[in-house]
C-alpha cells in the first residue's frame, strides 16, 4: 500500500492545527498527530513516549506557547522556525523555577506520511534558555529570542 502524501496546503493546515492542539494543552488529541511509531531525535520512540514528553514539559511550564514565524514545506517535510514562550512553574532541566517567563527560538523538522508525523526533532537555542531559567527577571537585559547557532 503505497503511503498518502498530503499537498503543501494540507501540511500547512495540518501544521496549524497541530501547533493550536499544543498551545490549547490538548494532548489527549496527539494520535491525530503523531503515528503510533516514530524517529524521535533520532531514536525510535512510540506516540506514547513522544505524548509523555509533551506533558512533561507542559507540566513544567503550564503556560507553555508556540508561535510559528515560518514554515517551510518540501513533499513531506516540514522546517518550522517558532518562538516559544512560558513560565516554569516547577523545576525544569534541573533548574528551579525563579518565577521569570522565557522566551527562545525553536527549529523543528518533521516528516509527514499518511497525516502524521513519523519523524520529529528539534533545537533550541540552549545558552539563552539556560541564562533566561537561571537569572532573576529583573536583572536579564538583551537575551530573548536570540537565534540558535546552528541547525
Known amino acids: ?12 493546515e495540518f501544521y496549524d492545527r497541530y501547533i493550536a492542539m499544543l498551545n490549547a494543552h490538548d494532548l489527549e488529541r496527539v494520535d491525530e498527530f503523531i503515528d503510533d511509531k516514530i524517529t524521535y531525535y533520532g531514536d525510535r520512540a ?13 507540566d513544567a511550564v ?7 514565524q515560518e514554515l517551510a514545506v518540501d513533499g ?12 516554569p512553574a516547577k523545576e525544569w532541566l534541573g ?20 497525516g502524521r508525523f513519523v519523524h520529529m526533532a528539534n533545537v533550541h537555542d540552549a545558552e539563552t534558555l539556560e541564562r533566561q531559567l537561571t537569572t532573576a527577571p529583573s536583572t536579564r537585559s538583551g537575551t ?4 540558535a547557532g546552528a541547525l
Open 62 to 68: 503550564p503556560d507553555l506557547h508556540w508561535e510559528l
Open 144 to 147: 530573548t529570542g536570540q537565534p
Open 46 to 58: 512510540t506516540r506514547d513516549q513522544a505524548f509523555a514528553s509533551l506533558s512533561a514539559l507542559i
Open 1 to 12: 500500500m503505497q503511503a498518502y502524501l498530503m499537498t503543501n496546503t494540507e501540511l500547512r
Open 76 to 87: 513531506e517535510h516540514l522546517a518550522a522556525r517558532l518562538v516559544n514562550t512560558g513560565t
Open 95 to 114: 533548574v528551579a523555577p525563579t518565577g521569570g517567563s522565557f522566551e527562545i527560538v525553536e527549529y523543528a523538522v518533521y516528516r509527514v506520511r499518511d
